[in-house]
């Protein structure tokens, strides 16, 4: 015979109030345990915007996070350092994983992050643009033979620049394509004559324009080139494999993170005054009207869902300029494990 014992309303309530208790408690213990992650960004750009907000307004932290930023100046450089584990996770796009995965070295995108291509063309204001207001592609042409500054090899910028030439019918050797590594490097190299025109991300092609150092001729972000650039996981949180294996925990919440990351930075004009202050010392030379007006433009270029058709762009970018010898599959280079259903 089987014995049931009643249970009194006093004990369920004693339950529930355990149960609700520890809920309020894991974000504790995770705060008093962290785990420790070493992440690559970037400097002065807008791609690794909500990384620096994780960072500066405690979200990495809040997550269970002891977050180790490692400062790199292009996409290949950070690929690098996560293929020899100076680094776990890096900010690289579906261009730069895709090669990897083909080479037999398993990396995968764990979150979406830049959902568009946001980098602009800025030519030295101290040169003749002639078709500078006939915009793209007919500014192309006023390219020709000068030399255009880009991150590094097969970097975002590389791709973009490459992108940009084939679709005004142009080709790659048409201008002297020079690796000059980030901002400061770049705004260096830009000032000294040594580069005719460079791919910006933002602020520095804000800064560039209102400074009157650069006329933007080409901005991407504002949806000029080709429309394969409108739709395309320019920036992703990556990892390889087998450190996503052995550490799943790590990974869930670093994609947290950046999901709670990307919902604040949608309401960016609630709290942009705040928010420049906070951030101004990721932006080292960036006067606070310049960074303002960056935050809000960028705002809604963050997206944490990376979908088929942006991998299938990427896929359309890398063979036509036979990087690659047959498409990567989506879930050879996605991993959707961390992403959010919905956002934001």
Known sequence: MIVRFPV??????????????????APLARAADPLTVKLGYYASSASS????????KGIFAKHGLNVELVLFASGSAAGTALLANGIDAAPLGIEEIAPMTARGEPVKAILGNWAIVGESIMGRAD???????????????????????????????????????????????????????GPANALAAFNAKQIDAYLASEPLGSHMEI?????????VGAGEGPAVLQDYTANCVTAKVAWVKSHPEEARRLAAAFVEAHRYIRDFKQHVNTDVKDLAKYFPGIAEATLSDTLLRVANW????????????????????????????FLDAVDTSYMPKVFP
Do not use: E
């Open 8 to 25: 009194c309303r006093s004990q369920s309530l004693v339950a529930a109030g355990l149960a609700a208790c520890l809920m309020l408690l």
């Open 49 to 56: 915007i909500p990384t620096y907000v994780a960072a500066a």
């Open 127 to 181: 040169l003749s643009w002639p078709r500078a207001k006939a915009g793209y592609p007919a500014v192309m042409q006023d390219l020709k033979g000068k030399t255009i500054g880009i991150t590094g090899p097969n970097s975002l910028t590389d791709y973009t620049l490459k992108n940009l030439l084939a679709g005004a019918g142009m080709v790659p050797s048409d201008v002297n394509s020079v690796a000059v590594g």
């Open 211 to 219: 400074s009157k150092l650069g006329v933007r001729l080409i901005d």
């Open 302 to 329: 963050y997206n944490p869902i990376i979908t088929p058709k942006q991998v299938a762009n990427v896929n359309q970018v890398l063979l036509g300029f036979k990087i690659l010898k047959a498409p990567i599959a």
